[in-house]
């Protein structure tokens, strides 16, 4: 259990998006699992529509596939009730971080979770895609068949792996309200690229996310439980298996650092602990 018990979740936080068909002009299967690599690996989520085509995914969004999700001891059982208790906490965490430590007044992104496929201002998705933030719509989305992925990659899918995973797309929303995210290139991979800097960033924003729900004295409020040894060696895992080394021997091929758009597995780890060991959002610099 990661989560404080018995705290009321917000009914209308997170929805979920039904769909009822995809459509893609022009394109195959194939090019739905093209994108879905892409979107993975760090292509610019603004290109996906590129990849798809024209065509169009029928969706519907609301709460009501979340019902269930009432309090943090759902959110201790179920991944989909764990995303939105994340966000929750994450909301508590940025409203009070974001303006005492850079001076700026946090908005809370929009959270979707999807099942099969969906469309995002970004352009239509697929369960390939992965967990994803559009800086169009200001949204995370969330796929949870993802998280059974994550052994693929030589990681664990714990709840605070998860939950680590739900943080860092939330880094990017900071990141856009610091209107630094638009500094990332994909087209313009490396080492020392954009990419890489503003993906570590908010691998470290997860951090800082962490120490400090880790530390909200109020019970009453969604936080979280001591963090264990072991449960930050989960977060610290997956944080690893999305390293762009990691995923490229893995993948069978050699390691391209001129095709690095997220980083190393050592500095996404380094990353991550950054901003938990501080809690201070200077830890996490570009």
């Known amino acids: ?30 090019a739905l699992i093209l994108a879905g690599i892409l979107w993975y690996l760090g292509v610019d989520p603004s290109q996906l529509q ?22 943090t001891n759902e959110a201790n059982k179920y991944a989909e009730c764990r995303i939105k208790a994340t966000a929750q906490s994450l909301d ?15 908005k809370r992104p929009e959270v979707i979770v999807f099942t099969n496929s969906t ?25 949870v ?15 605070f792996a998860q939950e680590y995973i739900v943080a860092h797309e939330f880094g990017h929303h900071i990141q856009k309200l610091q209107n630094t995210l638009g500094m990332s290139n994909y087209n313009e991979p490396g ?3 954009n990419a890489v800097k503003i993906e570590l960033q908010a691998d470290c924003y997860a951090g800082v996310w962490a120490y400090h729900a880790e530390r909200d004295p109020e019970d009453n409020k969604v ?5 264990t040894e072991e449960q930050l060696a989960g977060a610290i895992n997956a944080a690893r298996a999305v390293g762009d080394d990691n995923i490229q021997q893995r993948s069978g091929g050699e390691v391209r650092p001129d095709t690095f758009t997220h980083g190393t597995s050592e500095q996404r780890q380094e990353a991550f602990l950054a901003g938990y060991h501080t809690g201070q959002m200077s830890s996490c610099p570009l």
């Open 50 to 71: 590129d990849v798809l085509g024209t065509g169009d995914a029928s969706t519907s969004q609301s709460t009501s596939g979340l019902a269930h999700c009432k309090t």
């Open 191 to 193: 080492p020392e690229s």
């Open 223 to 227: 936080s979280l439980q001591s963090i």
């Open 119 to 143: 469309r995002s201002g970004c352009g239509v998705a697929s369960s390939a895609t992965g967990p994803f933030y559009c800086p169009t719509d200001q949204t995370a989305y969330f796929d």
């Open 92 to 106: 508590r965490v940025w409203g009070q971080q974001l303006p005492e430590q850079a001076k700026l007044q946090y």
């Open 1 to 30: 259990m990661t989560f404080k018990p018995d705290v009321p979740l917000e009914e209308d936080r997170v929805k979920t998006s039904g769909n009822r068909g995809l459509v893609i002009g022009g394109s195959s299967i194939g």
């Open 145 to 159: 068949s993802f998280f059974d992925q994550l052994k693929n990659y030589g990681a664990t899918n714990t709840p």
